[in-house]
DNA sequence: CCGCATTTGTACGTATGTATG
DNA sequence: TCATACATACGTACAAATGCG
């Protein structure tokens, strides 16, 4: 499989799905690193922007993780605790702020669920981590 | 208020700031257009990488939509539909794929809620019109 | 309906900073 | 110490969508 750079279909949009479908195909399991960033650039002869606005892509969606220094991963998912909603309470989700990202270590493309209790109290929630159950 | 190409603190998170500011101040109200890129980068001295970069901050917390050939502008919140989380059901909380999103036209920086039922049906509903209750 | 200016999207280049092992 | 890899930030150019005259 090749990019074709007059598709009508973005370079990075074209990567991004060769990389998926490598890892849906079990060529790269959970866990294992994705080759850098300039090795994909000379494998397809497509410029780094392109690289880099794939695997952001994915990295949006949660598939893979990167870190700098070390590289991309495909991102294993989280044992998901399971958290009881309980009577009164509601829930909604969101994407955390930068600052929430930070402090509650999440990765990115991981949204946050808010839990709001009949008193008011509000509780945050990793939403790659949770389980909402209604016993 | 202006950024400091020193700082530890890179550009484009400076000004995320600073448009957050200006957005939660009232400055930017709800709907209302964010100045354009060109702009921007001339009124802060920077370059169109590190606006760009900014503005996807914003774009990937749900703060901010972008459209090609219009520009950006201060995302109004959807009013969320109630829905019960009935005995026996749960829930957990993801980033859609591009298709999801193209398909439920999510704005970038919406995740999705995936409700199952004791029968194991699965439904997914846009997380950023949804309010999940157990009354 | 057409043409034009504006605006964002894509894609390339270079350089330098910083984290990792 | 050193090579590797990603992060940031500047530049350029052209494509594509939008909206207005």
Do not use: F
């Not at 370079?11 to 959970?30: F, H, K, N, T, W």
């Amino acid at each position: 499989m090749t990019i074709n750079p007059r598709s009508h279909t973005p370079v990075y949009v074209q990567l991004a799905e060769l990389v998926r479908a490598r890892i849906e195909s079990g060529d790269l399991p959970v866990g294992s690193p994705l080759p850098s960033e300039a090795r994909l650039g000379q494998e397809y002869g497509i410029g780094r922007d392109a690289v880099r606005m794939a695997i952001a892509l994915l990295r949006s969606e949660g598939v893979v993780s990167t870190s700098k220094g070390h590289g991309s991963w495909v991102r294993e998912q989280h044992e998901r605790a399971k958290v009881e909603l309980t009577s009164g309470s509601s829930a909604i989700v969101r994407m955390p702020s930068s600052r929430e990202r930070r402090e509650m270590d999440l990765d990115e493309g991981v949204p946050v669920i808010e839990i709001r209790n009949p008193k008011g109290e509000v509780t945050v929630l990793p939403g790659d981590q949770t389980e909402l159950i209604r016993p």
